[in-house]
């Protein structure tokens, strides 16, 4: 079976503030950079087959990406494509806001300056595309942000909009995904 591994980057202090992260490049809280460090310990604990750590360019994933690579010993490369979908206007407000819940339904839309969910949606089917040629010759796991992990997960399974807008995972959770 071939399989590769998502990660979410550790705890930021927008994220203990609610706020939306996405292409604002924040850094780890010092319990993100254990969360990290202890993910690292989890995957020697759990004898994962990880041949190579792709990352985000943003310093939240990069740092995580780091330390995971410190305590494995598993190189690393960093992958633009991994970059948190641009939020527009809603970077920094409350990720919880009735407004941004609105806007977040609206596939198409580029929230004022930023991405739409489709063009990031294909940026990560693209990658999981070239990924997929790999698989069986290279197990990745992949350190991004959380709205990477919903175009992720519906790469694998089926999702309906409200499913797909209200999937995350939390700070260092890893998740594996069998190619099909």
Known sequence: MAYVYFTRHGQTIWNVENKICGATDIELTELGHKQ???LGQE??????????ILYSPL????ETARHISEVTGIPMREEPRLKEQN???YESTARDGAEFKKAKANFINHFEGG???LEL???IYNLLDDIKKE???KTYLLV????ISRVINSYFYDMTNEEYAAFGIKNCQILKYEWK
């Open 59 to 62: 310093v939240r994933a990069a």
């Open 36 to 38: 990290a460090k202890a």
């Open 121 to 123: 949606a294909q940026r």
């Open 43 to 52: 995957i020697l604990k759990q004898r994962l087959q990880i041949d190579e």
């Open 87 to 89: 939020f527009g206007k």
């Open 115 to 117: 991405e739409s969910m």
């Open 135 to 137: 698989a069986g010759e």
């Open 144 to 147: 991004a942000h959380n709205g």
